[in-house]
């Protein structure tokens, strides 16, 4: 058990007063202690540590430490000499002999010093006996100064002349006479009250003597067992004898030391700030460290927004100019498809009226061979009939050649191709919710980058208009090389073709489509074989485990030539 001893003189002489005391206890109890002789300030920093089980005090520190650290008031010592244990210790105002006091008044113009602010009998409770004469002993004493521990060291100080008047605990005077350490006449007690029973000069009322009091850990059958042994202490017992104590006492009455509480201003009647600031220094801390983490955290969110922001602002302005340069890229593929689309018209349209055309012409020619010489004028018009029909074909002609776009062959790379038209048509993809399945291979031919874009553009914009009905519409493609072939497989699970519209799908002017031209199919198929390849659909497609399905397949073949 560790014991807190109040120390006003050395360590040693501290342990040399109490330790029999508790040897004894050891020996009746068997628990082992270890003395700590503390002063005021260090007895404060250990009770609120929790590094004591009891403490050896005054009664002022007992009654302090109930409120803040629950410390139980056990017994009471009764020193030697004194009949009454609730009045056993006072504060004495100790001078030279030469010197007169007559009052508390007169302190004013006097040096005082004493051990320690906190010191029970040598200043808290002269404290309380000047508050009772009106007076502040930090305020309206001449010179008031603390020269710590040991207390009989400010004996020393009022000899040498070094102060006036010294604080001091009743009885230091007497028994500092009694052993010859000072002469007996050289110092006296001023300003003395009588007090019976009470064999010590005193400048103040009396106050209980030390308590031993143990801490709220402290296992109460454990404090049971050290106070029946201490109680069993008599004034004859050589532990009294070294301790200068009659013996131990159950708890004496109190209320003055309240009163004396009361003068001071001390708790309970008013608040004590300091145990308050000290039991708010830990969650202060917490609170200090929440708040500055959590403006570090705003901090650091703050700052990931501006980069957020920023770095939105530069995605939408990349965006932007990403859908612009998109925009150009549809407005020429769209530009370039009517052009060819114009074409592959007016070859059709050329094809068509180029056979009546012909069939006039023919019809004319023989009309003519059966005139006679003497129908000159109808030979005539006939003449001018078959010029009309030549300068009709020459038009049809000249028409078709401007109409023609010029293929302009290099190297292409199929797939960064097919990622441009999936990128160019992701829109549609979006608004159907489709995201095709790609099994692209790294395969570069030479073709008309252009031409090849219109044709994957068209059959892509097949297969969505195929699935606009379907529930779950898939879409895949792959591009795969075999026998330096370059094969390109676009397959949907739309409705399909019929096996007639199969059959015509390549035919111009062939459509299912309520506004279509029946050209797009056409122009796929003139741009490949262009290229040297071949485009071919297949309808009734079969699944991984052979079931039918809907939809369609369209394969090109493109042939794969070393790009020098």
């Known amino acids: 058990m560790r014991v807190g001893a109040l120390a006003f003189a050395s360590p040693e002489a501290v342990t040399k007063r109490w330790q029999p005391t508790f040897d004894r206890v050891t020996s009746d109890t068997g628990i082992e202690f270890q003395l700590i002789p503390l002063t005021p300030q260090q007895l404060n920093e250990f009770v609120a540590n929790n590094k004591l089980d009891f403490i050896i005090g005054n009664a002022l520190t007992t009654v302090e430490f109930k409120k803040d650290y629950g410390v139980s008031h056990l017994l009471t010592l009764v020193p030697d000499q004194h009949l009454r244990p609730e009045h056993s210790v006072g504060s004495a105002l100790i001078a030279r002999s030469s010197l007169q006091v007559d009052s508390f008044t007169d302190l004013k113009n006097l040096s005082v010093i004493s051990s320690d602010p906190k010191a029970f009998g040598g200043f808290q409770i002269m404290a309380g006996e000047l508050a009772n004469h009106q007076l502040n002993p930090f305020n309206d004493l001449g010179k008031l100064t603390f020269v710590g ?197 007016a070859s059709g349209i050329a094809h068509e009226l180029n056979q009546p055309l012909a069939g006039i012409r023919y019809l004319t020619q023989g009309c003519i061979y059966r005139l006679k010489d003497e129908q000159a004028e109808l030979k005539a018009a006939l003449d001018k009939t078959i010029q009309q029909v030549d300068r009709a074909q020459s038009t049809i002609k000249r028409f078709r050649q401007f109409c023609h776009q010029s293929s302009q062959f290099e190297r292409c790379d199929l797939t960064s191709l097919i990622d441009d038209v999936l990128n160019l048509m992701q829109a549609d993809f979006k608004r159907m919710q489709i995201n095709p399945t790609l099994d692209l291979d790294k395969i570069e031919i030479e073709a008309d980058i252009s031409l090849l874009q219109q044709v994957l553009v068209n059959l892509l914009k097949n297969s969505l208009d195929a699935m606009e009905t379907v529930i779950y519409p898939k879409l895949s493609i792959t591009l795969s090389a075999k026998q330096n072939l370059a094969l390109i497989d676009i397959q949907d699970n739309g409705i399909g073709l019929s096996d007639t519209a199969l059959e015509r799908l390549f035919f111009p002017f062939e459509t299912s489509k309520e506004n279509g031209l029946g050209l797009g199919m056409v122009v796929c198929k003139r741009i490949i074989e262009e290229h040297g390849g071949l485009i071919t659909a297949t309808n009734k497609l079969t699944d991984a485990r052979g079931n039918l399905t809907t939809g369609l397949l369209i394969s090109i073949t493109l042939p794969i030539k070393k790009i020098p």
């Open 149 to 345: 521990f040991p207390q009989s060291k400010l004996l020393d100080n009022i000899l040498d002349g070094h102060a006036d008047i010294a604080i001091l605990p009743t009885c230091v005077l007497e028994a500092a006479i009694k052993t010859n350490k000072i002469p007996a006449d050289s110092l006296k007690v001023v300003l003395s009250t009588s007090e019976q029973n009470f064999e010590c000069q005193s400048s103040s009322r009396l106050y209980p003597s030390y308590a031993l009091s143990k801490l709220g850990h402290t296992d109460h059958k454990l404090a049971s067992e050290i106070v029946y042994s201490m109680l069993a202490i008599t004034a004859q017992d050589k532990e009294a004898k070294l301790g200068r104590y009659q013996y131990w006492s159950t708890p004496v009455k109190d209320s003055h030391v309240f009163q004396l509480l009361k003068q001071l201003n001390r708790w309970p009647f008013v608040t004590n700030w300091d145990r308050i600031a000290r039991d708010a220094v830990p969650w202060t801390l917490a609170v200090f460290i929440l708040l500055l983490l959590g403006y570090l955290h705003h901090m650091r969110v703050k700052r990931l927004v501006v980069q957020r922001t920023r770095a939105l602002s530069d995605e939408m302005e990349q965006h932007k100019t990403t859908q612009k340069a998109l925009f150009e890229q549809q407005k020429q593929f769209y530009k370039a498809q009517r052009v060819l689309l114009t074409g592959e018209m």
